[in-house]
């Protein structure tokens, strides 16, 4: 099966400047996770959306951070403005029963 | 909120069997133990789950406590590239529990 597609890979961005993530998840899967990973520490759960409604975005910065998955397929993750403390790995991940299947995640570093 | 509790760190020679444990002693009778593990700069991958009896994969094997208030991974074989961190997860089956990663256990793998 085709895994889990994220994109860009990578991006650099200066403090202030806006950026948008993209996730294509596996098809048929309803529920999609975005996380971040900051280095060293565990994926941070920041938005879990069943189909295209969100479960769960207590842990989402809501005032910097917004993400959409529209008909419940795709879905974008956006930070704006970004901080320096945004520099990390976001991941993208879908699941159609408990076991999710993960993208390669892109790596943002905010200068 | 991670319902888990993990060893931060361990070491095992290759070719030994690597176990990891996991403490979840406020499992609820529905919810599953989850095993995934990351390899530096991927995203996480799925290795196996359980409710109450053994599991056993082509990657590992999964021993739960007749309790179930404790499981370990085990990697029989283990080899350089099974170093990774590993992380042990407990949520239901289906349904749009939030997926929540711990701190995990990093495993290094010593030639």
């Known amino acids: 099966e085709a895994g889990v597609a994220q994109s860009p890979r990578y991006k650099i961005i200066e403090k202030r400047q806006s950026v948008a993530f993209w996730c294509n998840p596996i098809?048929?899967?309803?529920?999609l996770y975005w996380y971040q990973q900051i280095l060293g520490q565990g994926p941070k759960l920041l938005i879990q959306?069943?189909?295209?409604?969100?479960?769960?975005d207590s842990q989402l910065p809501k005032d910097r951070f917004s993400a959409e998955r529209l008909k419940g397929v795709d879905s974008t993750l956006k930070i704006q403005p970004a901080k320096l403390e945004d520099s990390a790995v976001y991941l993208c991940?879908?699941?159609?029963?408990?076991?999710?299947?993960f993208g390669p995640g892109t790596r943002l570093t905010v200068l | 909120d991670a319902k888990t509790t993990q060893p931060p760190s361990m070491d095992c020679a290759e070719g030994r069997a690597a176990n990891l444990p996991c403490n979840h002693s406020t499992i609820s009778g529905n919810e599953y133990v989850y095993w995934y593990r990351q390899i530096h700069s991927q995203g996480p991958q799925y290795i196996i789950h359980g409710l109450k009896n053994n599991e056993t994969n082509e990657m590992a094997s999964l021993i739960i406590t007749e309790d179930r208030k404790s499981s370990t991974l085990i990697l029989p074989h283990a080899t350089l590239r099974d170093t990774a961190v590993y992380y042990c997860?407990?949520?239901?089956?289906?349904?749009?529990?939030?997926?929540?990663f711990g701190q995990g256990t990093r495993l290094t793998i010593n030639p």
């Open positions: 997860i407990v949520r239901v089956l289906q349904g749009a529990q939030k997926l929540v």
């Open positions: 098809s048929g899967h309803a529920t």
């Open positions: 991940a879908s699941s159609q029963g408990g076991r999710a299947l």
């Open positions: 959306f069943q189909n295209n409604g969100v479960v769960d």
